[in-house]
């Protein structure tokens, strides 16, 4: 059972323009979610993350979103550029001392044009 | 300079003969995961070591076993490899306090012939 869903496999959004991504979770136990974005022969690199008791985190282009009734956080990137091209991963976590792993989302493959 | 550090970058293995995955670090992480993706599908959590403790997912099948002999190794084995454990292997590293991201490696890209 799939506690983080990706719904769109793929996205395709023309350069300057906004991409959203987006995600929704099950388990109210999460408490921390963050994005990855991987490059095709490359492992997942960080990009943003927000806790719950947030309601949005930004860094330069990148924006999460989060709503904890709906279960859903959102990746905003604005403007898209060609660079960004790559999968996305959105990540959960629940709460614990001494850990850090991560429940995956299968990904979302965005794809900025010229 | 990479962080984790996977070999090899591709492994190719026979049905049912044991193929030992490796990955080091150089952070001085003190946990240390496996994380198994299949085309397609979220990357799956094996099992992670906090310093030297193992700790395995339910779900996670016999065959696949571990090792970590010191801060900066660990290994992933798989003692009798099947079809279906054909994937891409992620080890992934963390300081280990509860709300630290997780630094992954290129991956080990295993066919099973």
């Known amino acids: 059972d799939q506690q983080v869903k990706q719904n769109s496999p793929s996205l395709s959004v023309q350069e300057g323009r906004i991409s959203i991504l987006n995600c929704d979770y099950t388990n109210s136990m999460f408490d921390y979610f963050l994005w990855y974005k991987k490059y095709p022969a490359e492992g997942p690199t960080f990009l943003i993350s927000?806790?719950?008791?947030?309601d949005k985190n930004e860094d330069g282009r990148f924006t999460v979103f989060l709503n904890k009734s709906a279960k859903h956080l959102s990746l905003h990137i604005v403007p898209s550029q060609p660079g960004d091209s790559a999968v996305y991963f959105c990540a959960a976590k629940e709460r614990s001392y001494n850990t850090d792993k991560l429940i995956f989302g299968t990904g979302t493959r965005l794809q900025v044009f010229p | 300079d990479a962080m984790v550090i996977q070999n090899p970058r591709y492994q190719v293995t026979q049905f049912g003969k044991p193929v030992t995955l490796s990955c080091s670090q150089t952070?001085?992480?003190?946990?240390m995961y496996w994380y198994q993706q299949k085309s397609s599908q979220a990357p799956k959590l094996l099992f992670h070591y906090y310093d030297k403790d193992f700790n395995n997912e339910a779900d996670t099948p016999d065959n696949f076993q571990s090792r970590r002999p010191n801060t900066s190794f660990c290994f992933l084995d798989i003692r009798s490899p099947g079809l279906g454990d054909a994937a891409m292997y992620l080890c992934a590293t963390s300081v280990g306090q509860g709300y630290e991201k997780l630094f992954f490696g290129s991956g080990t890209q295993l066919s099973v012939l």
């Open positions: 927000i806790s719950s008791i947030k």
């Open positions: 952070l001085n992480h003190n946990v």
